[in-house]
């Protein structure tokens, strides 16, 4: 078993930590919290054991009727791989740490690129992450972006990527920013970062993003277009994502158009959190121009689709299963994977 610790319990965090404990070649051997919350709490009744990063809170804790296992560096030093879910910007400051205790260790996209020195996705680079002691998991959109060009090139060949990113405005349960009321251009300038992050993983395509945030909390929308090498049609298109293990087709039949919608249909599927742990493509928008020019809308759930990428990256680095599609395989089937279809 994988003993894996989880060093930030929050949005990302307590997913990955639920997306562990069902694996069966793997163990959740702590998760940390900076202060007692509501998360602490749901820690607690999952089980987990609790670690703080300052022991002097501890009183503090315990008054709240919560156990302390220890300070973060115990919770390291029982773990084989930690995943870092910390803030953004807070996990670079961590790497002193793990490289002192010399554990490996799984970042997130809001850490860059040189952090890790290597970001991963499953479908394109999960050999080559043997050996390394670090990894970071590119961004939610990203990994969006990722899965589709690379899916798309490897079938027909991509020449040029252009994709118009529409961004949720919060995460459900952050109050702290309010209500608002604007669509803000996230970055004004052209193109936004989620190319370069892109080509952190797939270096040699050519992609420019452009990004907005509008007024929601829940998934990322994005308008793609790719200029293809190969001739195609879109009945081959459809067949390539209906094969993707981690891209699910939102048909037309369902009348789903909208997030809230595929929201409640993957509630309705059974899926904890209602997460949508797949590209969630509408079947509807697909469409093969000419036979070279690609266009559709997908969705992406910004909470969820980078938790099956840190289950298999933690293989991955610790080298326990060499074929990434076994692993693929192995990820979805623990979380119940009932795809999108």
Same mark, same amino acid.
């Given at each position: ?204 395509? *050519? %992609? ?7 007024? &929601? ?6 308008? =793609?277009? $790719?200029?293809? /090498? ?79 990428? *840190? %289950? ?7 080298? &326990? ?6 692993? =693929?395989? $192995?990820?979805? /089937? ?8």
């Amino acid at each position: 078993m994988i003993k894996v610790a989880i060093n930030g319990y929050g949005t990302i965090g307590k997913r990955v930590a639920d997306a562990v404990a069902k694996q069966p070649d793997m163990e959740v051997v702590g998760v940390s919290k900076t202060s007692v919350s509501a998360e602490a709490f749901v820690a607690k009744k999952r089980g987990y054991p609790l670690y703080i990063a300052d022991i002097g809170k501890k009183a503090a804790f315990e008054k709240a009727g919560l156990d302390v296992a220890g300070d973060v560096e115990a919770m390291l030093k029982a773990a084989d791989i930690v995943v870092d879910a910390t803030p953004g910007g807070v996990g670079e400051k961590n790497r002193p740490v793990y490289e002192r205790l010399g554990k490996k260790a799984i970042y997130q996209g809001g850490e860059e690129h040189e952090v890790a020195g290597f970001s991963f996705n499953a479908h394109v680079n999960y050999k080559e992450a043997e050996g390394h002691q670090f990894a970071r998991i590119v961004s939610c959109n990203s990994t969006g972006l990722v899965r589709i060009i690379s899916a798309m090139d490897q079938a027909f060949g991509v020449d040029r990527v252009r994709a118009v990113m529409v961004r949720r405005a919060s995460d459900p349960g952050d109050v702290k920013r309010g209500p608002v009321d604007a669509t803000v251009l996230n970055p004004a300038t052209i193109p936004s970062h989620h190319g370069p992050d892109v080509n952190t993983v797939l270096p040699d395509v *050519n %992609i420019v993003t452009l990004a907005m945030i509008v007024p &929601t909390t829940f998934m990322h929308m994005h308008a =793609i277009q $790719m200029d293809l /090498k190969k001739e195609t049609t879109r009945e081959e298109v459809l067949k390539v994502f209906e094969n993707h293990s981690r891209i699910g087709l939102v048909r037309k039949a369902t009348g789903i158009k909208s997030n809230a919608q595929l929201r409640e249909y993957a509630q309705d599927l059974g899926r904890p959190r209602a997460d949508v742990w797949e590209n969630g493509v509408f079947e509807e928008s697909v469409s093969v121009l000419g036979g070279k020019e690609f266009y559709c809308f997908q969705a992406i759930h910004q909470e969820a689709d980078v938790i099956p990428e *840190n %289950i298999d990256c933690i293989r991955a680095l610790m080298g &326990t299963v060499k074929d990434p599609e076994e692993s =693929i395989r $192995m990820t979805n /089937k623990a979380l119940g994977f009932v795809a999108i279809r």
